[in-house]
């Protein structure tokens, strides 16, 4: 088993943490520390970022000012990320609590210096409340934290395999496209990944690779380079 990647932030949105069981699933969150549990006995070094969609979407949230509104999607993430952990330490993985917005007592400010340190000693760090800005995207904040830990890449997890010239859940004959550069992807206008995360991640050449995370060993398989598409990455 050869990792392409060992040390990697895994973007998870909070759309796939919500289930039958309502915002927040027994069964996603379980699946999911146990995914990273099982990348991570492979070898690699995993960040974290997660989204709070299931529990409030700002953008969404129109009867409150836009400020206010992100502000309650970043909290959003933290709940996620709270309860991710308890899922993770109930595996006995080591797990470090990071977030950008203040609470104390709860998670430990954003800190790259521990953060890396963390990594490196095998534990597995959660980055919650997004940047700790409003009118930022956590797509945004995970290209921003990988880039803060020296990741080798952001793995973006997603209901379909990878990116697609369509929507793949309106048009089933939509074509995968399995490579392509940051520009051709800023180019082409596509939206799997927000447009300011990828400019920020093609100055940096940090590469993205979106796949489908929804299956056993799909997080392996990403960090090996078996599945999804890739932007960047070039060479």
């Known amino acids: 088993m050869s990792l392409r990647f060992r040390r990697a932030l895994l973007k998870l949105s909070g759309e796939v943490l919500g289930?039958?069981?309502?915002?927040?699933?027994?069964g996603a969150f379980s699946f999911y520390a146990e995914e990273i549990g099982r990348a991570r006995e492979a070898g690699a070094e995993l960040g974290v970022v997660v989204g709070g969609g299931n529990v409030a979407r700002g953008a969404a949230l129109t009867f409150i000012s836009p400020t206010a509104g992100h502000t309650a999607g970043?909290?959003?993430?933290?709940?996620?990320?709270?309860?991710l952990r308890e899922f993770l330490q109930n595996l006995g993985i080591p797990t470090l609590l990071m977030s950008a917005?203040?609470?104390?007592?709860l998670a430990e400010p954003v800190n790259p210096w521990r953060a890396r340190e963390a990594l490196a000693q095998g534990a597995v760090v959660l980055f919650a409340a997004g940047t700790g800005n409003p009118f930022v995207t956590t797509?945004?904040?995970?290209v921003i934290r990988a880039l803060s830990i020296e990741a080798?890449?952001?793995l973006k997890a997603s209901k379909v395999p990878g990116i697609f010239e369509d929507d793949?859940?309106?048009n089933p004959k939509a074509r995968l496209i399995p490579r392509l550069s940051h520009a051709e992807y800023l180019a082409r206008g596509l939206r799997v990944m927000d447009a300011a995360a990828v400019a920020i991640a093609q100055e940096n050449r940090l590469p993205i690779l979106v796949f489908q995370a929804d299956q056993e060993g799909a997080i392996l398989e990403a960090l090996e380079g078996k599945r999804g598409s890739i932007i960047g990455g070039e060479g």
């Open 101 to 105: 917005l203040p609470v104390e007592g």
């Open 168 to 170: 793949p859940l309106k």
């Open 152 to 154: 080798e890449a952001v």
């Open 74 to 83: 970043m909290l959003g993430t933290l709940i996620n990320a709270v309860v």
């Open 19 to 26: 289930g039958k069981e309502g915002p927040l699933d027994r």
């Open 139 to 142: 797509d945004t904040a995970a």
